[in-house]
């Protein structure tokens, strides 16, 4: 794990153009819970796919070191219904995705991406960001300035 802040860092908004790059920490992230490769031949032209319909509405950030990608952030971007009186349509994101190779953790680069996309967020004028936290990136957020929400409701899918 890093514990200095690695040199040559590059955190920027990721185009039709990364999208392998995108798909392979996807996959690593995958591989990386399931403890094992997983054999998936279709699945960049899935993910494609998927990005092809999903990129209008979600903003991805790459985190590059010495011009590898190594970490990725996304932000759905949800536009409420106008109302009258109201100029511009209220935002919100669902921040999404989160990951960074292991051998890259524990440097700051999570924090930058993160607070690349809040910084994003309240340029925007974004009424707020949401996330569903795993238990080992709760205190990422919380010191991102995320806290515990309660004005929000889930209903879980079936089993």
């Known amino acids: 794990m890093v514990t200095t802040r690695p040199t040559g860092w590059k955190v920027r908004v990721a185009g039709w153009a990364d999208r392998e790059a995108v798909a392979g920490l996807r996959r690593a992230w995958t591989e990386e819970y399931a403890g094992r490769p997983v054999d998936d031949d279709g699945f960049q032209e899935r993910f494609d796919e998927w990005l092809e319909r999903e990129q209008d509405q979600r903003v991805t950030w790459l985190g590059f070191v010495e011009g590898d990608p190594v970490a990725m952030l996304n932000l759905l971007v949800v536009t409420r219904m106008p109302r009258p009186g109201q100029e511009r349509p209220n ?49 990422l957020y919380t010191r991102g300035g995320f806290e515990p929400a309660t004005s929000l409701m889930v209903r879980p899918g079936p089993a």
């Open 91 to 139: 935002r919100w994101g669902y921040l999404a995705n989160v990951f960074v190779r292991p051998e890259h953790r524990g440097g700051g680069l999570g924090s930058r991406l993160l607070a690349t996309c809040t910084t994003y967020a309240d340029e925007q004028a974004f009424a707020r960001v949401v996330l569903s936290p795993s238990e080992r990136s709760v205190p």
